[in-house]
Every structure is written in structure tokens, then in C-alpha cells.
């Protein structure tokens, strides 16, 4: 049988075969490699007990950390988090920015009539805390971390 002879589309069937292989094998959560991060938020000596609290760790661009992803936890009663990229347990190695929020209560409930206050929660951790750009908090996340490493030390 001459090529010419042989259906369109059975010449696209292998390319078309091709890109399916490829798009489903990249179809991943794309993370890669993570190490196990926890630890305890501390203000002063005190673990952080907030009704509502979280742990974000963005990439330290000017310390060689390109990734894409700000790997985050929340905080329990007790000030332990563990960190979760996408669904992966852990994060990526490299150095971090780690920013941490907290408030006192719940937001308060939804009005019914017209607002004129804007309730805001009392927040427990100094806004210094809560931006990248601000916080002094950095961590380095790597295979083998000392005991205590990812303890987060927070100044009233």
C-alpha cells in the first residue's frame, strides 16, 4: 500500500497518540520534591493560641528560591502547624519569607442591615509579621533540618 493510499487520519493517530502521553505525564501537581516542614509559632514564650491563624512561606527570590509556589499551613491551638504545598505535605527546599497572621476571635457574623462600623478582629501577631516584605522571619527548608529549626520566634 502507497502512503497516499493510507487515511489521513490514521498517518495523525501516532501524533495524536504522542500528545496525549505527554499532556496526561504532565498533567501532575507540578510541586516536585518536598521535605517535611512543621513547628510551633511562638510570641514571646508563649505558643500562639488564636482562633484563627496561618503560616505562608514565600520564596526568597534574592537567596536563589525561583519557585512558584507559597507552600502554607494553619495553626493549631497549641502553635503547631505543618506545611502543605498544594496537596503535598512539605515544601520545596529553599529559603523562605515566613509570614504569619492570627486573630483573637472569629470574624464577626454577617449584618443584616446597612454597616456603619467595619468590625475588625483584634489581631495577635505584630503586622510586621503578616507581609513578605516586612517580616524578619526567614527559613531555610532543606533535607535534614536541626530540631527545632522551623520554630517561628515572633517579638510582641
Known sequence: MLRSEVPRAALRAP???????????????????????????????????????????????TKGNTSSFEPGATVDST???????????????????????????????ESKGPLTKRPAPKSLVPAKYGRAATT?????????PATGAYDLNLKP
Open 15 to 61: 501524533a495524536i497518540a504522542l500528545i496525549v502521553v505527554a499532556l496526561v505525564a504532565g498533567c501532575g501537581d507540578g510541586v516536585g520534591k518536598t521535605y517535611p516542614v512543621s513547628g510551633t509559632v511562638f510570641i514571646g514564650a508563649a505558643p500562639l493560641d488564636a482562633k484563627s491563624a496561618t503560616v505562608m512561606f514565600v520564596p526568597d527570590r
Open 79 to 109: 502553635g503547631h502547624y505543618t506545611v502543605f504545598t498544594k496537596n503535598q505535605r512539605g515544601a520545596p527546599p529553599g529559603w523562605y519569607k515566613v509570614v504569619v497572621t492570627g486573630i483573637a476571635e472569629a470574624p464577626p457574623p
Open 136 to 144: 524578619p522571619l526567614e527559613i531555610e527548608v532543606v533535607a535534614n
